[in-house]
């Protein structure tokens, strides 16, 4: 019997977070470790405290992320205290036609049963969210960029306030899998209040005092409208649909 008892395994020391994303996007994740409770030691400049996931999400992306709960940095042992999450997505081709939001998981020793994630029969738990793309235009030709924007949801959709988020205790997450499940709104919204007016078949982009007014807020003027330049070069008249 005691030969038994000295084999009952430990419990993992790590945890498997992952996400269900629209097609194309991506998540960029670094976990943060703090000395572990009770220690008294330090790391000298935070060095090898962090450990990031998917920071090249465009050249190699990989959706199922192993994170450690324990480490042991320059002889400190160290515990995960938090996941900076990046929600990435690409509109366009070139390398600055790309847009993120954020997202988080918190880890602590201790926390109020109402902030604490709960866990399935599978041993799972979620959290969700839904982001949206934001347009406006840049530049002397009047070159779409995009924005995500990024909410938090419950279960079944509805907005709450902040961004995507979850909390667990240690004791919670060993062999456990976290899962952010994320939607993206069907309809794209202007990023910037009166600049773009809406019409039945899209939006269309107010003159301001002439094309080169960068800003060019409608101020009550819904008759003299832009062209704008999509992002594969087309020059358009209604977004998105580029011809009325």
Known sequence: MGMLLGCVASPPNSFTFTADLPPGFAYEAIAKYVPAKGETCTVPD???????????????YEPVS???????????????WKIDLVIRAAY?????????DFAAV??????ESRYKGVFN?????????????LF????????????????KTDEL?????????????LDQLP??????????????RPAIGKTWVKVPNGWKRCMGDNFEDQYAFCFGNHIDFSTFQMVDGRICTIYPGCTE
């Open 46 to 60: 935070g060095r090898n405290t962090a450990v990031g996931y998917n920071l090249k999400w465009r050249e190699h």
């Open 66 to 80: 192993e994170i450690a709960i324990h480490r042991t940095v320059k002889g400190c042992p160290l515990v995960i």
């Open 92 to 100: 366009g081709k070139d390398w600055g036609d790309k847009s993120g």
């Open 106 to 111: 918190v880890v602590r020793e201790e926390l």
């Open 121 to 133: 029969t599978e041993a799972e738990s979620r959290f969700y969210g839904q982001c949206q793309w």
């Open 136 to 151: 406006r235009t840049m530049g002397p030709y009047r070159r779409i960029v995009k924005l995500l924007d990024c909410k």
């Open 157 to 169: 959709g509805a907005l709450a306030r902040g961004r995507p988020f979850a909390a667990y205790t």
């Open 175 to 188: 062999g456990k899998t976290v899962r952010m499940k994320i939607d993206l709104a069907a309809e794209e």
